[in-house]
């Protein structure tokens, strides 16, 4: 891998000059890409390429990249975002499924020699193992304008396997940005995941005529940036997204309902467990913040 410290001087200061530069950066045009190639975008694989160079700009400033960066993209379509990581980071893998396009990218940004071209479903491949191998161990960025149809199953992903990344730039659903934002009242089982492993901010606005083709929803730029330390401790996980996901089960009903029917336990015990973690029995699992699950884990009864 290529550091920025190995460049003789000059070269180290437009680097930085290009890393920290807070323009729009310059953006490759998907639909002559496409045409060039006699190719379509494929919607069933979640191709919304990215045609606005301020909307680039916001996942790239989101994204703090140090020219020392190694970085994971996921899904990089035409290379619209891809030509941008490579001048700001140190290394990138980009892991694609569409094979043709793989082989787009190999012809217009084959010479770049920090940047790393695989093909594969994110969901199935071992990233982490790969980024290793082609970039050198050590903490990494992810960083996508992610497929809609897997966000939720990415994210999760992303925030539970380890090693955890540092930080998690992603262009999502404008609706799923919001959720994933959330606080007490709104709260979801994708809220509570995101805020258990990360401090989530939602960082612009991104609407649907910045895509070729226009999506039907807007988007926003999402980023996470992933908890060094767990948050609780001493608790398990498991049991703590279990007892949530039984809470969360039966949204309509108060927790005392909820969780009694889903962890199948006796009335009056899931109402002495709440009334010790200071919850009134009425509460809906949407209210309920980080700290409260946390406490509930102490007092119910393990299973
Ligand atoms: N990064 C490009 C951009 O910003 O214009 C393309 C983004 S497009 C929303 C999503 C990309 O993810 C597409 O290129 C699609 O083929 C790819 N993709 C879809 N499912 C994938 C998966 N399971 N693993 C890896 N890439 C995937």
């Known amino acids: 891998m290529r550091t920025a410290g190995d460049e003789p001087s000059g070269w180290w200061l437009i680097y930085l000059a290009v890393a920290t530069s807070t323009e729009s950066p310059k953006i490759i045009d998907p639909r002559d890409v496409l045409r060039r190639h006699g190719l379509r975008a494929n919607k069933a694989l979640g191709q919304n390429f990215l ?3 301020s909307a680039l700009g916001a996942v790239l400033d989101a994204a703090e990249l140090e020219p020392e960066d190694r970085v994971l993209e996921i899904g990089p379509g035409v290379g619209t975002l891809t030509a941008e990581l490579v001048q700001r980071a140190g290394c990138v893998l980009a892991i694609e499924l569409d094979e043709t396009l793989v082989g787009v990218l190999c012809m217009e ?3 770049r020699p920090s940047l790393h071209l695989a ?3 994110i969901l199935k491949v071992p990233y982490q193992r790969m980024l290793a191998d082609t970039c050198g161990a050590g903490s990494y960025k992810v960083i996508a304008n992610l497929p ?3 966000t939720s199953h990415v994210l999760r992903l992303l925030l539970e ?5 540092e930080t998690i730039v992603v262009m ?8 994933a934002t959330a606080g007490p009242g709104a709260m979801s089982l994708l809220s509570l995941s995101v805020q258990t492993y990360s401090q989530a901010q939602v960082m612009a606005q991104v609407p649907a005529g910045s895509f070729v083709p226009q999506p039907e929803v807007d988007s926003a730029v999402l980023q996470l940036k992933v908890r060094p330390e767990p948050l609780f401790p001493k608790i398990s996980m498991e049991r703590y997204f279990a007892i949530a996901a039984a809470g969360f089960g039966q949204k309509r009903k108060g927790l005392l309902n909820s969780l009694a029917s889903n962890l199948h336990l006796p009335k009056a015990v899931v109402q002495e467990a709440l ?3 200071g919850i009134e029995p009425l509460t809906r699992a949407q209210q309920l913040g980080l700290e409260e ?4 884990c102490d007092t119910l009864p393990a299973a």
Do not use: F, M, N, S
Not at 161 to 165: A, D, L, M, N
Not at 293 to 296: D, E, I, N, P, V
């Open 51 to 53: 045609t606005d160079a």
């Open 109 to 111: 940004l084959g010479d």
């Open 119 to 121: 093909h594969g479903d």
């Open 161 to 165: 396997r380890e090693p955890k990344p």
């Open 293 to 296: 699950w946390a406490r509930l």
């Open 148 to 150: 809609y149809y897997i």
């Open 275 to 277: 009334r010790a973690a």
């Open 172 to 179: 999502v659903q404008k609706e799923v940005a919001e959720r």
